[in-house]
């Protein structure tokens, strides 16, 4: 297993081309943005059609992330963010979230795609007590991101390390859990990492996967529910554990469980 993983993977980082469908454009679609191209929504609209769940399924992820981030910011005391594939801004980006709980939270943002990069204006509204920062930057180079993040997020204090939808873009499970293992060993005891991806468990999803494939950049490959469960190797996991992505800590009064794809969790490193 390399230990400096560098950008030499499948894929250049995406440029801005609004032919080609890309993965922040449709997520954004999918959450009901605006910031997406007509060949964005004709993907997402084929995706949707062979996998009807699709919109339920990112909108449980976003909201996924909300909770984990409250969590964090909240039970857990963390008061720095490293948010690795931000996406386009929305409503309740991480620092908006944290910020609310500890206005003092202190938020690096990275992401490669150039659209999230010309929005990046919205995720800088801190707190006067926070911080946010931005780094156009690929998770196939942590080096880079620690290097860079560490203008912002002091190494020596916890630090919550978000891999929200990203991870399915690196198809190597070597690359990624080495990429994973460089970002967690920068950080201290008492921080923590917190996931979602999408899995293989359905025939939908998978034919949804290769309709993406077939068109959308980067590619998303889809793992099964014990390769995205080994991400959190050598960290305490939070109860409920890795679970689906409505499952974790649900709001009081949110309805049945719905078919979803997508697994997350949160780990605490000892
Ligand atoms: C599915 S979206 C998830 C967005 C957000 N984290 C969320 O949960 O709503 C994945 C994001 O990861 C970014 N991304 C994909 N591959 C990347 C890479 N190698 N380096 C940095 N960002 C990447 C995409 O540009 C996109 O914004």
């Given at each position: 297993?390399?230990?400096r993983?560098?950008?030499?993977?499948?894929?250049?980082?995406?440029?801005?081309?609004?032919?080609?469908?890309?993965?922040?454009?449709?997520?954004?679609?999918?959450?009901?943005?605006?910031?997406?191209?007509?060949?964005?929504?004709?993907?997402?609209?084929?995706i949707?059609e062979?996998?009807?769940?699709?919109?339920?399924?990112a909108?449980?992820?976003?909201?996924?992330?909300?909770?984990?981030?409250?969590?964090?910011?909240?039970?857990?005391?963390?008061?720095?963010?490293?948010?690795?594939?931000?996406?386009?801004?929305?409503?309740?980006?991480?620092?908006?979230?944290?910020?609310?709980?500890?206005?003092?939270?202190?938020?690096?943002?990275?992401?490669?795609?150039?659209?999230?990069?010309?929005?990046?204006?919205?995720?800088?509204t801190?707190?006067?007590e926070?911080?946010?920062?931005?780094?156009?930057?690929?998770?196939?180079?942590?080096?880079?991101?620690?290097?860079?993040?560490?203008?912002?997020?002091?190494?020596?204090?916890?630090?919550?390390?978000?891999?929200?939808?990203?991870?399915?873009?690196?198809e190597?499970?070597?690359?990624a859990?080495?990429?994973?293992?460089?970002?967690?060993?920068?950080?201290?005891?008492?921080?923590?990492?917190?996931?979602?991806?999408?899995?293989d468990?359905?025939?939908?999803?998978?034919?949804?996967?290769?309709?993406?494939?077939?068109?959308?950049?980067?590619?998303?490959?889809?793992?099964?529910?014990?390769?995205?469960?080994?991400?959190?190797?050598?960290?305490?996991l939070?109860?409920?554990?890795?679970?689906?992505?409505?499952e974790w800590?649900?709001?009081p009064?949110?309805?049945?469980?719905?078919?979803?794809d997508?697994?997350?969790?949160?780990?605490?490193?000892?």
């Amino acid at each position: 297993m390399a230990d400096r993983p560098s950008i030499t993977g499948d894929e250049e980082p995406p440029e801005l081309n609004p032919g080609v469908p890309q993965t922040a454009r449709i997520w954004n679609y999918w959450l009901g943005g605006k910031d997406h191209f007509p060949v964005d929504r004709q993907v997402g609209d084929q995706i949707l059609e062979a996998f009807p769940a699709i919109v339920e399924n990112a909108r449980a992820s976003r909201a996924f992330l909300v909770r984990a981030v409250r969590y964090l910011a909240g039970e857990a005391g963390v008061r720095q963010f490293l948010d690795i594939g931000t996406g386009l801004p929305t409503a309740n980006n991480t620092h908006q979230v944290a910020q609310r709980v500890a206005p003092e939270s202190r938020i690096v943002y990275v992401d490669n795609d150039p659209l999230v990069l010309a929005h990046a204006r919205a995720l800088l509204t801190s707190t006067p007590e926070g911080a946010t920062a931005y780094l156009d930057a690929d998770l196939r180079d942590p080096e880079r991101i620690l290097q860079e993040a560490a203008r912002t997020l002091d190494f020596g204090q916890p630090v919550a390390v978000m891999l929200m939808g990203i991870l399915g873009h690196i198809e190597d499970d070597d690359q990624a859990r080495s990429i994973v293992k460089r970002l967690m060993d920068a950080v201290p005891s008492g921080s923590y990492l917190a996931m979602y991806d999408s899995t293989d468990t359905s025939e939908e999803v998978v034919e949804a996967a290769r309709i993406w494939n077939q068109s959308a950049k980067p590619p998303y490959h889809l793992r099964s529910p014990e390769r995205i469960a080994r991400f959190f190797d050598g960290l305490e996991l939070v109860e409920p554990g890795v679970v689906s992505t409505l499952e974790w800590r649900p709001e009081p009064g949110s309805g049945p469980p719905a078919e979803i794809d997508s697994l997350c969790g949160i780990g605490r490193k000892p």
